[in-house]
């Protein structure tokens, strides 16, 4: 038996280790950061500043600058760059090309991502399946997956092919050749290459839901539509606001799949702004594309803030 006297320094002992228990806890964690030299970091450092902090600081100094092909030396020219190219008629219409494909393709990428989330909720042996069959398309390059929809939907390509079987007859769609659809077409092949992504972020919403919620709503009597319109969709906000905001700027940002389905045509009617300024970049006039690749950066972080806060502001309603 443990007398008072014997179970009180115990105690007390006891005591005084768990008070200092989180200064040793502290002193071990400022000795292995000493253990961990920063000039480590040196490698990762060089690589970042060199091949990703350099060249985004000097796009916002060539802009200003008359580099090109055509001049020995670089000098500082103010802001005639930015006068020339919005001088340029083109420039005006390709932000208007480009506008209009990025609302396309955040329509179609999320349309088809939240279908197929939809349909392959269940988790079955089944749908784990296909959804890693549409998920394949996300690891493809786009420049391949552009090349693939050229040749497919040429005017004597696989898929006139099939349409003239069917049909009894001989069909030649111009399917990337009219002024008419051919945004829209190439708007659906960035749409589905990319599908696979907005999935699997509504596949994780779906599966986060609260069961006792949507439980509640079937006692309640609401049915499927009801239940996915009131219940569902509005608890899909995050998803929403991640797939919205990430499909909008990279469309904008687009350049693959455009250069590899039509290359800007027919007649400019897909040139989106960086074709625009690939051409301009290849016919030597450097600084002039830089200033257009700061127009777009501008013009995507204008656009996309209101944007960003609409979709959160809405998250917080529900």
Not at 123 to 147: E, K, M, Q
Request: aromatic share 12%.
């Amino acid at each position: 038996m443990v007398d008072t006297a014997t179970r009180g320094i115990i105690d007390a002992t006891r005591a005084k280790d768990r008070s200092a228990s989180p200064r040793r806890g502290r002193r071990e964690r400022v000795r292995r950061k000493a253990d961990q030299p920063w000039w480590f970091a040196l490698p990762a450092l060089a690589v970042f500043g060199a091949f990703f902090l350099l060249p985004n600081l000097l796009n916002f100094v060539y802009p200003f600058t008359d580099w090109s092909a055509f001049h020995p030396r670089i000098g500082f020219v103010g802001l005639s760059n930015f006068d020339t190219i919005l001088d340029d008629g083109s420039m005006v219409r390709d932000l208007r090309i480009t506008l209009e494909y990025a609302v396309l393709v955040a329509v179609f990428q999320n349309g088809f991502g939240l279908g197929l989330a939809l349909l392959l909720e269940r988790d079955t042996r089944f749908n784990r399946f296909f959804r890693a069959v549409f998920f394949l398309p996300v690891l493809i390059s786009a420049l391949a997956v552009g090349y693939i929809f050229r040749a497919l939907l040429a005017q004597d390509g696989a898929l006139n092919s099939v349409l003239s079987s069917l049909a009894g007859h001989q069909v030649d769609t111009p399917w990337l050749g009219s002024t008419a659809w051919t945004l829209v077409v190439v708007t659906l092949v960035h749409g589905w290459k990319w599908m696979g992504l907005a999935m699997l972020i509504y596949l994780a919403g779906l599966k986060s839901m609260p069961g006792d919620v949507l439980q509640a709503a079937r006692i309640d009597g609401a049915g499927a539509w009801r239940t996915f319109w009131s219940i569902r969709f509005p608890l899909l906000a995050p998803a929403v606001t991640f797939n919205v905001t990430t499909a909008l700027i990279g469309s904008m940002n687009t350049f693959d799949i455009v250069q590899a389905t039509t290359g800007g045509g027919p007649g400019g009617e897909t040139e989106v702004f960086n074709i625009y300024m690939f051409r301009i970049f290849g016919q030597g006039l450097y600084a002039q594309a830089s200033a257009m690749s700061l127009v777009l950066f501008l013009v995507v972080v204008v656009l996309a803030v209101p944007v960003i806060v609409g979709l959160r502001r809405r998250e917080n309603d529900q």
